[in-house]
């Protein structure tokens, strides 16, 4: 079945450093690949995406490319602010259209100042 | 626009009683819904997955009696946790997709936290 891993939280960074959240998933066929995120007190917001592989989602500063090849798709800003703080969740779904979302457990980003 | 909105988003309730949570897609037809729940500081688990006019499947280990799932509309699902019990306590939350635009996308409601007494 389909399956995604995260690295564990929390991670706690000072302002305008550098992120990496490491996403890998398992699954069959060729999932699009997503990352939420949801800021305290609120629901999840689609963040970025990617549909084929060597696609790069990118939005507010955070992007992930699709790598087949080692079935990621690690989330990366260059300079993070404290507004980033958040937990941010790496999914999949295994067709083209709206289906079953496989999401991993979450990462909570701190950052401080 | 692909805004959902869920109602209420808060709700108390004492043991034994049931609850509706009411899922809308605001400005888009959603074919398809999905709730989730969430437990704290854990991800998401899918409960259910509905169609527009047809039956909700249920994930394994969910018990269909006791969450009733209704998609009448393509703009209206409705969760109610039958004779609710403290440990159904959680954070529900509902997702909509759509036929048409971006079809591989869901989009989120803001979340419904359950307390039973």
């Known amino acids: 079945g389909n399956s995604v891993t995260q690295m564990e939280g929390p991670v706690t960074l000072s302002e305008e450093a550098f992120l990496t959240i490491n996403c890998t998933y398992t699954?069959?066929?060729?999932?699009?690949l997503f990352w939420y995120v949801q800021y305290p007190g609120e629901g999840l917001q689609l963040l970025l995406k990617?549909?084929?592989?060597?696609d790069k989602g990118s939005n507010k500063g955070f992007e992930a490319t699709y790598r087949k090849e080692t079935t990621s798709f690690h989330l990366e800003k260059g300079s993070v602010q404290v507004s980033d703080s958040a937990v941010y969740f790496c999914?999949?779904?295994?067709?083209?259209?709206?289906?079953?979302?496989?999401f991993g457990t979450g990462t909570r980003l701190q950052v401080t100042l | 626009g692909a805004v959902v909105s869920q109602h209420p988003s808060r709700v108390i309730c004492k043991s034994g009683t049931s609850v509706k949570i009411e899922c809308r897609s605001l400005d888009f037809q959603a074919t398809t819904m999905f709730w989730y729940r969430q437990f704290p500081k854990q991800s998401l688990m899918l409960m259910a997955t509905s169609n527009e006019g047809s039956k909700a499947t249920y994930e394994q280990g969910v018990e269909k009696d006791k969450f009733l799932i209704n998609h009448a509309s393509l703009t209206l699902s409705t969760l109610t946790v039958t004779s609710a019990h403290p440990e159904d306590s959680s954070f529900y939350i509902c997702s909509a997709g759509t036929a048409s635009g971006d079809t591989d996308t869901q989009y989120f409601g803001p979340g419904t936290r359950l307390t039973v007494l």
């Open positions: 990617a549909t084929k592989a060597d």
């Open positions: 999914a999949l779904s295994d067709t083209g259209t709206a289906s079953k979302l496989t």
């Open positions: 699954a069959t066929g060729y999932p699009s």
